[in-house]
């Protein structure tokens, strides 16, 4: 074919260097990734597509997540391959196996770019190369004289608690999360930040702030299309998402601001500086270790990440005290055992004492973990079980499937709390329960 002079109009240029353009981009990313291409196809698991990856087994969304999720761990374990957008995941089922990756492991996987919006730079969505001396240091206020030493504030938002459902929510229908989430934000902002929560009358709409975003986030996860920025504030919930971030850095800086007037009032001493805000407030000003931004993502972190799982956990161990009820009268004899049938405010050697109710709890968290799965980067190759595992995967760990899996709980699907008595506990490999996940990286309030 004969191209002849005039065909070169500038627009020919114009759209024949935006294809170049975009093929040499489209080679770039797909040569940069051609180790995960190639150590995917050695690993089995269900079909992917490009760009938005394994979406048939989750078509019908979040409502077969967890099913799908589980079979899929199932079916290919103890190693098997996920593509969640254009992002490839590797799930992880066997023990041994978790906790040496989660051991190696210690970078947040991809989805939690997706957090960011919210939580910045805070602990749980840092990149390692900080998480590890803010993790350092914010251990410090997270030990167990410290915690003993809150022991009033539980028990003042408990009987708060207590007299609230008696009095407005006897004999009818409630969603009891409202009433945890009111309590464990309370008790936050009294622990942690050490202000006073009487003062804060926004703590449900904040609580609901929380669990709106987590939803959405959760949604984009699920649903490889809005995985771009993009497309996710053109046409998914981006703005929303933002809206809600927008007001929970809100009331985080204003507790942030009343602390600081707090510490001002008074007195240096020892103690000016032992709860979790007046440390960062103090690691800010005085020695640089976190920026005045970067603090506000911490404390709003710590407030979601220490709020809505307790206040989750809690409506999760009442429905259950609430279905069982074999489980409910046990759990009540334990109280008469400790109270009798005195009125008198509990002490921390009670609370020691609430053995089986301990395993209520534990077992609760067994059938419904906060975190259902737990995604880590892999930022160098490993190897497992003769399996390459390229760098710039994501590890997948189907912490669900892990809790109802009946080679370490018979009948995994019953309720059974006795599963945590010592001697239980003692016939079972240490991580087939992980609902704090697995250290360093595991939950500072655990
Ligand atoms: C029932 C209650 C709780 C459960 C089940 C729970 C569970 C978890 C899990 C599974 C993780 C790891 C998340 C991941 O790897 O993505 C985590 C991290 C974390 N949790 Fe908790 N948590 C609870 C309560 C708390 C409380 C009360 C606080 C603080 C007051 C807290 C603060 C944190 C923080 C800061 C992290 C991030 C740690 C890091 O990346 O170094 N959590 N939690």
Redesign the pocket.
């Given at each position: 074919m004969k191209i002849l002079a005039e065909d070169f109009t500038i627009g020919n240029l114009l759209l024949t260097s935006l294809l170049l353009f975009v093929v040499g981009f489209v080679i770039k990313y797909f040569w940069k990734r051609r180790r995960i291409y190639y150590y995917s196809t050695k690993i089995e698991g269900p079909f992917g597509l490009p760009f938005v990856g394994t979406i048939h087994p989750f078509i019908k969304g979040k409502d077969v997540y967890f099913t799908k999720t589980m079979e899929l761990a199932e079916k290919y374990a103890p190693i098997g391959k996920i593509w969640l957008g254009s992002h490839f995941y590797v799930m992880i089922s066997e023990i041994e196996d978790v906790e040496n990756l989660m051991k190696r492991c210690l970078a947040?996987g991809q989805m939690?770019e997706f957090l960011k919006p919210g939580l910045g730079h805070?602990?749980?969505t840092?990149k390692l190369s900080t998480?590890g001396i803010h993790?350092k240091i914010?251990n410090q206020t997270?030990n167990q004289t410290i915690l003993n030493s809150y022991f009033d504030i539980f028990l003042k938002h408990s009987n708060s608690l207590i007299i609230d459902l008696k009095e407005n929510y006897a004999n009818i229908q409630t969603d009891i999360f409202k009433q945890y989430g009111d309590c464990t934000f309370k008790t936050?902002c009294d622990?942690?930040f050490g202000v006073d929560s009487s003062e804060w009358n926004q703590q449900y709409e904040c609580m609901m702030w929380m669990a709106q975003g987590m939803a959405l986030v959760g949604y984009r996860f699920l649903n490889p299309l809005y995985h771009s920025d993009i497309v996710w504030n053109l046409f998914g919930s981006g703005k929303a998402v933002h809206e809600l971030c927008t007001k929970g850095y809100a009331v985080v800086r204003q507790i942030v601001s009343t602390k600081k007037q707090l510490l001002e009032n008074e007195n240096s001493g020892d103690t000016k500086y032992k709860d979790?805000l007046s440390c960062l407030i103090k690691l800010t000003e005085e020695e640089n270790k976190w920026s005045n931004e970067e603090m506000v993502e911490e404390t709003l972190?710590?407030m979601i990440?220490?709020?809505d799982?307790?206040a989750v956990?809690l409506s999760f161990t009442t429905i259950m005290l609430a279905m069982h009820q074999d489980v409910q009268r046990r759990a009540y004899k334990e109280m008469l055992d400790i109270f009798g049938n005195n009125t008198r405010e509990p002490t921390l050697d009670d609370l020691n004492r609430m053995d089986y109710l301990e395993c209520v709890i534990k077992e609760t968290?067994r059938l419904f973990?906060?975190?259902p799965v737990?995604?880590r980067k892999v930022l160098e190759d490993v190897i497992i079980r003769d399996t390459m595992i390229p760098e710039g995967s994501n590890l997948f760990i189907p912490v669900h499937y892990i809790h109802r899996n009946s080679k370490y709980w018979p009948n995994p699907l019953k309720f059974d709390p006795d599963r945590f008595k010592p001697e239980e506990v003692e016939k079972r490999p240490r991580y087939c329960y992980?609902?704090?996940?697995i250290p360093p990286?595991?939950?500072?309030?655990?």
């Open positions: 947040k939690y805070g602990i749980l840092a998480w993790r914010l997270f936050i622990t942690c979790f972190t710590m990440a220490g709020s799982t307790t956990t968290m973990p906060i975190a737990l995604i992980l609902p704090f996940s990286r595991n939950c500072i309030g655990y």
